[in-house]
């Protein structure tokens, strides 16, 4: 098993362009999340999801949409790159009957001019 | 108050010493808790849950006191590797509601 994987490891972006992060994992989990991490903040919910077909806020979700179309993938949009959007992404996966040990993929460095 | 309070440290200690973590968090109707490791650079894995009546594993011990809101996490014998960042995570138990992660104390040990 490949657990969770993310998709791309790392990007530059300008202000102002879109890009599609891919999370996807091979464990048969319903619970998805995404995070991100910066220096001093510490591990921050951007999105979660329960289940195919349904999305809900974390604490910081302005600037990002998500869209979970198939159980094993979770996607992470920004419409329009911010430069306060540079981060270290983190998604992660959780099965419902132990929704506390969360799996978390590798990462996306995401760097925006 | 923020839900998930930690020492930031950095904690450098050298090998072999036996070091300690604190965490506090604020609401008192979570039930679970948990610590997570985070080496540099690497992403977030669950080292042990913590216990009502404490646990034990290997080198590690984490404790709950419930009264005071607090969670601990002691590390004897330091190794090496035992540099990383440790995350304080609860379960505020409020529905779906997602782990609550803290910052993070950073861990130094040196030779």
């Known amino acids: 098993n490949a657990g969770v994987t993310q998709t791309p490891k790392f990007r530059v972006l300008k202000t102002g362009q879109s890009m599609t992060l891919l999370c996807a994992q091979d464990?048969?989990?319903?619970?998805m999340y995404w995070y991100r991490q910066d220096p001093g903040m510490g591990l921050r919910l951007i999105h979660y999801?329960?289940?195919?077909?349904?999305?809900a806020k974390g604490e910081v979700p302005d600037g990002y949409n998500v869209s979970r179309l198939k159980k094993q993938n979770f996607l992470l949009g920004l419409e329009s790159a911010a430069p306060s959007q540079t981060s270290v992404y983190f998604c992660?996966?959780?099965?419902?009957?132990?929704?506390?040990?969360?799996?978390f993929g590798p990462g996306t460095r995401l760097t925006v001019l | 108050r923020k839900e998930v309070e930690q020492d930031p440290g950095p904690f450098n200690v050298p090998e072999g010493a036996t070091v300690a973590f604190n965490c506090t968090y604020s609401?008192?109707?979570?039930?679970?808790f948990f610590w997570y490791r985070q080496d540099c650079r690497k992403e977030p894995k669950l080292l042990m849950s913590v216990y009502s009546s404490g646990n034990e594993d290997g080198r590690f011990t984490a404790q709950l006191n419930r009264a005071s809101q607090y969670i601990s996490l002691l590390i004897r014998d330091s190794k090496l590797s035992d540099s990383a960042t440790y995350l304080c995570?609860?379960?505020?138990?409020?529905?779906?509601?997602?782990?609550?992660f803290g910052k993070g104390t950073r861990l130094s040990v040196i030779a």
């Open positions: 609401n008192s109707a979570s039930q679970s």
């Open positions: 999801s329960v289940g195919e077909g349904t999305t």
């Open positions: 992660a996966s959780s099965y419902r009957g132990d929704r506390d040990t969360q799996y």
């Open positions: 464990m048969n989990h319903e619970y």
């Open positions: 995570v609860v379960n505020p138990f409020q529905g779906n509601t997602p782990l609550v």
